[in-house]
Nanobody
Framework: QVQLVESGGGLVQAGGSLRLACAAS????????MAWFRQAPGKEREFVAA????????YYADSVKGRFTISRDNAKNTVYLQMNSLKPEDTAVYYC??????????????????WGQGTQVTVSS
């Protein structure tokens, strides 16, 4: 069992930055691939970024590439999402997720076994 708790969301002006954190419980965090998804009102949940268990590989949605950076600290059982140059269209509830499955399905929500409760990010224009 893995429990995930997100933090760091809030209200920011367009062009600003936020850093989200996702703290995981359990002793096996370093064996999980981690990801961030987001869901805006009236829209489906969408993939944002993923990082493999070793931290050696990262993946991003085209919409955030070059602006967002995912990282992890296995010693602290925490995964981060640094978000720069934020846009109003980044407004959403952001969720972190954990999966033992890897491969090419990192952007597919169904492979993730554990989810956090979400943190709201609001970007004003």
């Amino acid at each position: 069992q893995v429990q995930l708790v997100e933090s760091g969301g809030g209200l920011v002006q367009a062009g600003g930055s936020l850093r989200l954190a996702c703290a995981a419980s359990g002793h096996t965090f370093s064996t999980y691939n981690m990801a961030w998804f987001r869901q805006a009102p009236g829209k489906e949940r969408e993939f944002v970024a993923a990082i493999m268990w070793s931290g050696g590989s990262t993946y991003y949605a085209d919409s955030v590439k070059g602006r967002f950076t995912i990282s992890r600290d296995n010693a602290k059982n925490t995964v981060y999402l640094q978000m720069n140059s934020l846009k109003p269209e980044d407004t959403a509830v952001y969720y972190c997720a954990a999966s033992r499955l890897g491969g090419s399905y990192y952007d597919t929500s169904v492979i993730y076994d554990y989810w956090g409760q979400g943190t709201q990010v609001t970007v004003s224009s």
